[in-house]
């Protein structure tokens, strides 16, 4: 099993779940994240008062899946949440050495 966690535009949301859904994903979890990485943010006016923003608001998605799915998971991801500009976000991908589903007591593949 792998975990794939992938921080986002929070705009792309929507797209990257449709996506997920249509090759079969079922469980995904989802946060309200900020940072930044070579974007450093941005410089903004409010009320004639220029400041830094610079930690962004990020979406982070966390999957589970088995390691057959990993591949179909980063291609729809990546595919979903691309828009060519600065900030698309990264995907992270790290083993899972074991799952339990609290209700069943299943546990590995039976448990995602």
Do not use: C, W
């Given at each position: 099993?792998?975990?794939v966690e992938a921080i986002?535009?929070?705009f792309k949301l929507d797209e990257v779940k449709e996506s997920l859904n249509s090759i079969g994903i079922q469980?995904?979890?989802v946060s309200e994240v900020k940072g930044f990485?070579?974007?450093k943010g941005h410089t903004e006016l409010y009320r004639g008062a220029e400041y830094v923003v610079d930690f962004l608001p990020k979406i982070k998605?966390?999957?589970v899946v088995s390691d057959d799915l990993v591949s179909k998971v980063i291609e729809a991801i990546q595919?979903?949440?691309n828009t060519g500009r600065i900030?698309?976000?990264k995907i992270f991908v790290l083993p899972v050495v074991d799952a339990i589903r609290i209700r069943t007591g299943e546990r590995g593949d039976e448990a995602i």
């Amino acid at each position: 099993m792998q975990k794939v966690e992938a921080i986002i535009k929070p705009f792309k949301l929507d797209e990257v779940k449709e996506s997920l859904n249509s090759i079969g994903i079922q469980g995904i979890t989802v946060s309200e994240v900020k940072g930044f990485g070579r974007q450093k943010g941005h410089t903004e006016l409010y009320r004639g008062a220029e400041y830094v923003v610079d930690f962004l608001p990020k979406i982070k998605m966390e999957v589970v899946v088995s390691d057959d799915l990993v591949s179909k998971v980063i291609e729809a991801i990546q595919s979903a949440a691309n828009t060519g500009r600065i900030g698309d976000g990264k995907i992270f991908v790290l083993p899972v050495v074991d799952a339990i589903r609290i209700r069943t007591g299943e546990r590995g593949d039976e448990a995602i």
